[in-house]
């Protein structure tokens, strides 16, 4: 059971009613993380902040931030965002199958996307450090520099989300993620 309230747009805080309620739009239903985050405005806020910022000036596609919050939940063992994530990259594209080779590890259906995600793996696990080797290799692959440091912000907000389910305890409200 989730530590703090799950609040919806009229009980939540006044600094969070706004964003909550789109929120809620936005996904059908005000989902239980969002809910939880309006809790304390700073953490609903600098989400939604991220996200927008990501929206306005990120080059990754649905398909992509998708894979690598895949990745991120994975590493970091949130269950919640591993299934989140799940239902968003299936809605971005990828396949049930390709969802369970990303969390995994093994992607063999496309080999760009791979080094990418690579990179976010060992940057999760490392505390953002990756191996010059496989930098150059996503260089390689046709990752731009310009995408390779914007991984960090979709590492950031991924870690922000999971360290925040693990905080306070977060109760699933989505289909859960296969298992591996």
Not at 138 to 161: I, K, M, P, Q, R
Request: proline share 3%.
């Amino acid at each position: 059971m989730t530590r703090v309230t799950v609040h919806t747009p009229e009980t939540a805080p006044e600094d969070s009613r706004a964003e909550l309620t789109a929120l809620g739009k936005q996904f059908g239903k005000v989902l239980n993380i969002h809910g939880a985050m309006a809790h304390s405005p700073v953490v609903l806020q600098s989400y939604v902040a991220l996200q927008q910022v990501i929206g306005d000036y990120g080059t990754f596609d649905a398909r992509t931030r998708e894979a690598i919050a895949l990745v991120v939940g994975n590493v970091d063992e949130c269950t919640y965002c591993q299934s989140a994530h799940t239902m968003g990259a299936k809605a971005a594209g990828l396949t049930e199958d390709q969802t369970i080779a990303i969390r995994n590890g093994k992607i063999d259906f496309d080999d760009k996307l791979a080094t990418l995600l690579e990179l976010t793996r060992q940057a999760t696990a490392n505390k953002g450090s990756v191996k010059d080797a496989d930098w150059q290799t996503a260089l390689d692959a046709g990752w731009s520099d310009t995408e390779l440091t914007e991984l960090s912000t979709h590492v950031a907000l991924n870690l922000f989300t999971n360290y925040f389910n693990h905080l306070v305890e977060t109760d699933l409200d989505v289909p859960a993620a296969p298992g591996l």
